[in-house]
């Protein structure tokens, strides 16, 4: 059995920043990267970045330029360093990963809440 767990939501201004963690917990961790999701009331989770274990990454537009996601492959670890936040920027944060060589099968995480003033 696999968990993830984030941590480093919180509350920030606009403008500020914010940094998200996620650790992957268990035996047997066959994942092919992480990534992370956001959903906020009222609207569909959507996809904010995902890394690759060879460190391609994608971003949604709109964090473009703003967030940077990276992964620490020895440690099942994945990081969201988030600049320049706008309260449009609130939701709650979810890890994912990826099951290897398990097509549309995923880890999550129960997530971070996040959450920008104006």
């Known amino acids: 059995q696999v968990q993830l767990v984030e941590s480093g939501g919180g509350l920030v201004q606009s403008g500020g920043s914010l940094s998200l963690s996620c650790v992957a917990s268990g035996s047997h961790i066959a994942i092919s990267g992480m990534g992370w999701y956001r959903q906020a009331p009222g609207k569909q989770r959507e996809l904010v970045a995902q890394?690759?274990?060879?460190?391609?990454?994608n971003y949604s537009d709109s964090v473009k330029g703003r967030f940077t996601i990276s992964m620490d492959n020895g440690m099942f670890t994945a990081y969201l360093k988030m600049n320049n936040l706008h309260p449009e920027d609130t939701a709650v944060y979810l890890c994912?990963?990826?099951?290897?060589?398990?097509?549309?099968?995923?880890?999550w995480g129960q997530g971070t809440q996040v959450t920008v003033t104006s």
């Open positions: 994912n990963a990826p099951r290897l060589g398990l097509p549309g099968r995923s880890y």
């Open positions: 890394i690759s274990s060879a460190g391609e990454t």
